[in-house]
T-cell receptor
Framework: NAGVTQTPKFQVLKTGQSMTLQCAQDMNHNSMYWYRQDPGMGLRLIYY???????DKGEVPNGYNVSRLNKREFSLRLESAAPSQTSVYFC?????????????FGDGTRLSIL | AQSVSQHNHHVILSEAASLELGCNYSYGGTVNLFWYVQYPGQHLQLLLK??????LVKGIKGFEAEFIKSKFSFNLRKPSVQWSDTAEYFCAVTPGYSSASKIIFGSGTRLSIRP
């Protein structure tokens, strides 16, 4: 049982390049989330999808787009990468949407923008 | 705006020492509380959670946390740490009955254990 799988694990981009981070979960979860983790700032929500076919902005959505391709997959796209987007990106999922439910996280994607 | 504060940014302990990591939040109503752990190079994992009932919550690997409503706190404790507890620890809060998208994470506490 793989849980939440993120690809790639590491990536280096030049400013202005585009890239899509992939996330897939095999737990039949309804809700999926994208976070970024920066030193001293914890995790901040970028976008989320409460169910297949819906997406909503989180705390820091600027510069990103998302696609909920199907129930399993939720991708994050950087259209024109900027150095400020250098971060570790985590995908997470839960079975419902309730705030009492713990999230299941992927291993993260470490992204560097030069 | 709601916030979660973890005042200890880096804690260094020797093996067998007792641990207490602070977590305070600013929301005044019902809350759901979580502690997550991130071992080096790994993803975040749930240590324990509280959303109702006994305010003393026991989690995995000998960790426990106490919810003190009057102090808006949810401190993490372990009586005797091991080298394998070296990790980063995150406190997180969602307002009661809200969706998981309202979760707020603290900035994390890095725990280093000297063998």
């Amino acid at each position: 049982n793989a849980g939440v799988t993120q690809t790639p694990k590491f990536q280096v981009l030049k400013t202005g390049q585009s890239m899509t981070l992939q996330c897939a979960q095999d737990m039949n979860h309804n809700s999926m989330y994208w976070y970024r983790q920066d030193p001293g700032m914890g995790l901040r929500l970028i976008y989320y999808s409460a169910s297949e076919g819906t997406t909503d902005k989180g705390e820091v959505p600027n510069g990103y787009n998302v696609s909920r391709l199907n129930k399993r997959e939720f991708s994050l796209r950087l259209e024109s990468a900027a150095p400020s987007q250098t971060s570790v990106y985590f995908c997470a999922s839960i079975t419902g949407t309730g705030g009492f439910q713990p999230q299941h996280f992927g291993d993260g994607t470490r992204l560097s923008i030069l | 705006a709601q916030s979660v504060s973890q005042h200890n940014h880096h804690v260094i302990l020797s093996e067998a020492a007792s641990l207490e990591l602070g977590c305070n939040y600013s929301y005044g109503g019902t809350v759901n509380l979580f502690w997550y752990v991130q071992y080096p190079g790994q993803h975040l994992q749930l240590l324990l959670k509280y959303f109702s009932g006994d305010p003393l919550v026991k989690g995995i690997k000998g960790f426990e946390a106490e919810f003190i409503k009057s102090k808006f706190s949810f401190n993490l404790r372990k009586p005797s740490v091991q080298w394998s507890d070296t990790a980063e620890y995150f406190c997180a809060v969602t307002p009661g009955y809200s969706s998981a998208s309202k979760i707020i994470f603290g900035s994390g506490t890095r725990l280093s254990i000297r063998p």
